[in-house]
């Protein structure tokens, strides 16, 4: 084993089975046979597939536990599959869900496809051979055999295996049956899910599909009709559901604000502190699932605690970051924490902190400070900046800002504003 290769690489080469490496930095939840899947892993290459919701036009945080199962199983030579669900997304999946999906056209999800499927590039291999002659993953949409489907055969072939019955005793439909009610293109959403796996199991032999722990259900649907259908042996596997510490999912801000991989839609500073700022509980796990660094170096960084774990924040947010935007930008994002958070100005912090431009002219018509952190984005409304400033939250070129309300007057081109201890926005005048 060498030091430059990655954790599962390394767990490859010690003749680690993937499913023990997967359950020792805690991915695994639930698996519908536990002892099957790990023999299928030590018999040879398995091919798994995990579906994506091209509802946005970026991938955010929360779709990464995910993304990093699957580039975990490529590192150990298995074939990964990213689904991208243009069919489903036609459908709408109602789980977690207390009412009905917006419709979403068609032009909308192949526009949001084009933008959510080359993110994989920087986790998975698509050429093959990246990470020690591993084969190459696969980039697919369901809308390819999904929209060519025939109503009457395919209620004939595959609705015939599911019972009504057993899908209303699921706790998504049971809920939204209580509440708001389930329209029947909804109803359907499970039946579709699961033939996306039969058709993957006929096509590219694909045995495993993973997902979040809301996801068992469906999943299970799947495996049960590649048995009925194909006679066929699959398996499921789900992730825990990560949540804050407030009990909101994993890839929001504090404010509710997904965290993208789009670097236009959430800048790589801004991606860079939202690691930075995880609560030290979490700061173990999420090395494990988020970095692909041994387990020696994570358990070294994590037996501190209080401020010496800082050093540990630092370094998730820069793998995380690295493997999200590439190295030189994971870099710069650090060194311009590095340089706001010692007290340096903003040519030391560089363009990579977040940056509003805003036109002179539109600083006429009584432009208070209170509208310039609400342009930043750093208060939603000029009530919350008065809160915060009041509190003592809100500084301008270090300065404490004590009344928001006052005109704006710029003394120079460039002020750099932060909210609280640790966010920060650079405007530039023009």
Not at 19 to 40: M, N, P, T, W
Not at 307 to 314: F, G, N
Not at 397 to 406: G, K, L, T
Request: negative net charge; hydrophobic residues 45%.
């Amino acid at each position: 084993m060498t030091a430059d290769l990655s954790a599962p690489e390394q767990a490859r080469a010690a003749g680690v089975n993937p499913l023990d490496y997967l359950q020792a930095r805690g991915f695994v939840q639930d698996i519908s046979d536990q002892s099957g899947l790990a023999a299928a892993f030590a018999r040879g290459q398995v091919t798994a597939y995990i579906g994506f919701d091209p509802s946005a036009p970026s991938l955010h945080v929360g779709n990464l536990l995910g993304i990093m199962l699957l580039a975990t199983l490529q590192r150990f030579g298995h074939r990964p599959i990213a689904l991208g669900g243009g069919g489903t997304a036609l459908v709408g999946d109602p789980t977690g869900k207390t009412s009905a999906r917006a419709l979403i056209s068609p032009e909308e999800i192949d526009t949001n496809l084009a933008g959510v499927l080359p993110q994989f590039d920087r986790y998975l291999d698509f050429a093959g051979d990246r990470f020690s002659d591993n084969p190459a993953a696969l980039l697919i949409n369901n809308a390819t055999w999904l929209l060519d489907l025939h109503y009457i055969p395919f209620l004939r072939d595959i609705g015939r295996h599911f019972s009504v019955n057993e899908m209303l005793t699921a706790e998504t439909y049971r809920v939204r049956l209580a509440s708001t009610g389930l329209n029947f293109v909804e109803f359907n959403y499970r039946i579709v899910q699961a033939y996306d796996f039969l058709h993957l199991f006929r096509t590219e032999g694909c045995v495993l599909q993973a997902g979040g722990s809301d996801q068992w259900g469906n999943i299970v649907a799947g495996v049960e009709l590649i048995r009925r259908a194909a006679g066929g042996h699959a398996f499921a596997l789900v992730t825990p559901l990560i949540t804050t510490k407030s009990g909101e999912k994993m890839g929001k801000t504090a404010g509710g604000e997904r965290i993208w991989l789009d670097p236009t839609q959430t800048t790589p500073y801004e991606y860079y502190q939202y690691w930075v700022n995880t609560d030290d509980d979490a700061v173990g796990q999420f090395l494990r699932f988020y970095t692909f660094l041994p387990e020696e170096r994570i358990s070294a960084l994590t037996s501190v605690r209080g401020a010496a774990l800082r050093e540990a924040k630092h370094v998730l947010a820069f793998e995380a970051t690295a493997l999200t935007h590439g190295n030189a930008i994971a870099h710069q994002a650090a060194e311009a924490a590095q340089s706001l958070f010692a007290g340096k100005d903003a040519d030391h912090a560089g363009a990579a902190i977040p940056t509003t431009e805003i036109a002179i002219a539109d600083l006429a018509d009584g432009f208070t400070l209170a509208d310039l952190f609400v342009r930043a984005g750093l208060t939603t409304s000029r009530g919350e900046a008065r809160r915060l400033a009041m509190q003592g939250g809100l500084t301008a070129d270090d300065q404490r800002v004590d009344d928001v309300d006052i005109p704006f007057a710029a003394t120079g081109d460039t002020i750099i504003l932060r909210a609280g201890k640790k966010r920060f926005h650079r405007i530039l005048i023009r």
